[in-house]
């Protein structure tokens, strides 16, 4: 029997990324779905948390750190990557306080997104095995 595809949900404002790295996640053999806003995005995670989101950071209406802090306690239960533009030390302590996995800068390398993901990942997997 298969196992299930690691699911991943991307949040962007910006289409051609946002549907650019859902192709990207999608060819690595993850379960990949998307969001336009931080709104949208906690629609689908009331429905289904992912086992990763990769969000961007400056977003209209709720930026990613509000949407992050949204998910509450849902947070420790799925892998948060920030992926922004707009890096700042103050964002990427905010980000790191709120629960984040990791922080990485636009434009994204594909190589140190899927490493960082692969570790990211494994860590979720583990966490929800033992409850913690």
Request: glycine fraction near 6%.
């Amino acid at each position: 029997m298969a196992r299930p595809r690691p699911t991943i949900l991307v949040v962007d404002d910006d289409e051609a990324t946002r549907q650019g790295l859902t192709a990207l996640l999608d060819s690595w053999g993850y379960q990949a779905s998307e969001a336009e806003t931080g709104k949208a995005a906690l629609a689908l995670c009331d429905r289904q948390l992912p086992q990763a989101i990769v969000t961007d950071l400056m977003m209209p209406g709720m930026n990613g750190l509000e949407f992050v802090a949204a998910l509450g306690e849902r947070v420790q239960q799925t892998a948060i990557v920030f992926a922004t533009g707009q890096a700042a030390i103050d964002s990427a302590v905010q980000a790191i306080k709120l629960g984040a996995y990791d922080y990485l800068s636009k434009p994204l390398e594909p190589q140190r997104l899927r490493e960082v993901l692969e570790k990211a990942l494994k860590q979720i997997s583990l966490s929800r095995e033992t409850g913690a």
